[in-house]
């Protein structure tokens, strides 16, 4: 039982870092990326492709494919979701819908349908563990990959709230107008969010590629833990992302417990419960606390 | 310091502001009086960049601003207090008011002296912007615009919406700006206070300025007239005169 808790918490850190990039896009450019999964595959095969290439281990392939990812991001932005975004509130989701099409294809057009894993690329980091007291083991990757989640949160939500570049996004993406007129560049500054976000997909892509195996259609799947992830855990809070992507995989882990082919509907359940929990509870609790706060003094 | 010449902005097929021209020399403070949809907010918003005027241009100490976007206006010495504050409800005043300073302009304005120059703010530093009353949140959209270090400064309807003693705090806030020689653009309703701190009163009618001139020159009257459009009906001096 413990077991289970302590390997659900860390799975939990596995969806939290796949779903960060797709919670942070949505909280600061209100942006929702359906090409997600499919850009976090890509940074899989382009550390695949050093690694099988030149032999580049992943880790330091890291170091020339998040400034590749940024650069996607930044034209992603500037030449995709800002000209769709003047079409309407619907056309960014339709546009990232397209790309990821376009991307899975043509990563299946250049990789083929072999599936492949950054793992032997990595020694022993794949396979070895911890022992806990207990006799517990804990995946060395799994604590790494929950460490690496808890940092990049607390790194970004430490850049929006204390630096420049920071209050620069937050306020484009309230309001975008008033932004300009208070000298702020908003295409600068939504174009910097989107270069952010592609790099903590990079490390996400990383990560996806050293626990398991790829190909060019993984994406979609991903994208689906990402989103239940990051709704589980409230769209828009990062923090709350880690707790989302916790939650799915406790559920998840609950979920196999109770039956072999539990674990996704469990996952799935708990998706539900938290979303008709926030609907129809929480809106309730929400406005009794803003009355109660309304009413304490100044 | 501020010319607007032949400037002709449109709302679709509503022309809200027709063939302006006038221009605001160093220290001037301009008071643009006029009744509700005269055109004096979609004026600002334009000489801001918010909205692009059809025809016409700006120009900011000789420099044609006209084609630039709203933030370039600002690291080029301008800064608008839009009408509704405007400020970001989510952030505090404190990162509302480091906001401001996003072009990078050097000056004198620093949060120090905001918080001097603004005592009622010095308490709400940490309290998000949409907490305070309209008194604050209007010093501290005015404190925003001053981070910048603008060389021209247009405040529409600064006292709009808020209660009277706001509105005195405010403007004793305001006096020591206006008694630092920046140059200023004010749309306000109330022709008194207009009138009490301004050194020019322009008035709009029907997206025309049809009245411009120094205080010393003009009475509470005329100014009345112009605002009500009673020139056109009227005839005679005044009409001339505006």
């Known amino acids: 039982m413990l077991n289970q808790l302590i390997q659900g918490i860390l799975l939990g850190g596995y969806y939290a870092l796949i779903a960060i990039g797709l919670s942070f896009m949505f909280s600061v450019m209100r942006v929702i ?94 396979w070895s563990s911890f022992e806990l007291p207990g006799g517990l083991f804990v995946g060395k990757l799994s604590v790494l990959i929950f460490l690496t989640a808890i940092l990049l949160v607390g790194g970004l939500q430490s850049l929006l709230k204390f630096t420049p570049l920071g209050r620069a996004i937050r306020a484009t993406a309230q309001d975008p107008d008033t932004a300009r007129l208070v000298g702020i560049d908003a295409a600068r500054a939504s174009a910097a969010a989107a270069a952010i976000a592609l790099v903590t997909i990079g490390i996400a892509g990383a990560f996806l590629g050293m626990r398991g195996v790829f190909d060019a259609y993984a994406g979609a799947p991903q994208l689906l833990f990402a989103f239940e992830a990051a709704v589980i855990g409230g769209t828009g809070s990062l923090w709350g992302t880690l707790i989302g992507g916790i939650f799915l995989a406790l559920a998840q882990s609950f979920g196999a417990m109770v039956h072999p082919q539990g674990f996704l509907i469990g996952g799935h359940l708990a998706f539900l419960a938290a979303l008709f929990y926030r609907h129809f509870v929480a809106r309730q609790l929400v406005a009794d606390w803003l009355r109660s706060r309304a009413r304490r003094p100044a | 310091m501020l010319a607007i010449e032949g400037l002709d902005v449109r709302h679709g097929q509503l022309v809200a502001v027709r063939d302006v021209s006038f221009s605001l020399e160093q220290g001037e403070i301009l008071a643009l009086v006029g009744a509700n949809g005269a055109g004096k907010t979609t004026l600002l918003r334009a000489i801001a960049g918010a909205h692009a005027p059809s025809m016409g241009r700006i120009l900011l100490g000789g420099e044609d601003v006209t ?124 022709l008194t206070r207009a009138m009490s701190v301004a050194s020019r009163v322009a008035c709009m009618s029907e997206g025309r300025i049809v009245l411009d001139r120094p205080i010393a020159a003009v009475t509470r009257d005329e100014i009345t007239d112009a605002y009500f459009g009673l020139n056109k009906a009227g005839g005679g001096n005044q009409a001339a005169a505006c």
């Open chain 2, 67 to 190: 084609l630039l976007p709203a933030d370039r206006r600002v690291a080029a010495g301008l800064a608008l207090v839009p009408e509704g504050r405007r400020l970001f409800a989510d952030m505090t005043v404190e990162e509302n008011l480091l906001l401001g300073a996003s072009a990078g302009r050097p000056g004198d304005w620093t949060l120090a002296r905001i918080f001097e120059a603004f005592p009622i703010l010095v308490k709400r530093r940490g309290a998000k912007a949409s907490s305070l009353s309209g008194g604050e949140q209007q010093a501290t959209a005015i404190g925003r615009a001053l981070m910048s270090n603008p060389n021209v400064i247009l405040l529409d309807e600064v006292s709009l919406g808020l209660a009277p003693l706001a509105v005195r705090q405010v403007y004793a806030s305001l006096h020591r700006l206006l008694a630092s020689g920046a140059t200023i653009l004010l749309v306000e309703q109330d």
């Open chain 1, 33 to 126: 990326n359906l090409a997600h999964g499919s850009l976090l595959i890509v940074a899989a095969y382009a550390l695949w492709f050093l690694a099988d290439t030149y032999g580049v281990n992943p880790f330091l392939g890291l170091l020339i494919v998040l400034p590749l990812m940024a650069g996607i991001g930044w034209a992603l932005q500037r030449f995709l979701l800002e000209r769709s975004a003047r079409g309407g509130s619907l056309l960014p989701i339709l546009t990232t819908f397209g790309l990821a099409i376009v991307v899975d294809n043509l990563m299946f057009q250049r990789f083929g349908a072999d599936t492949r894993s950054l793992a032997p690329f990595i020694g022993d980091l794949s």
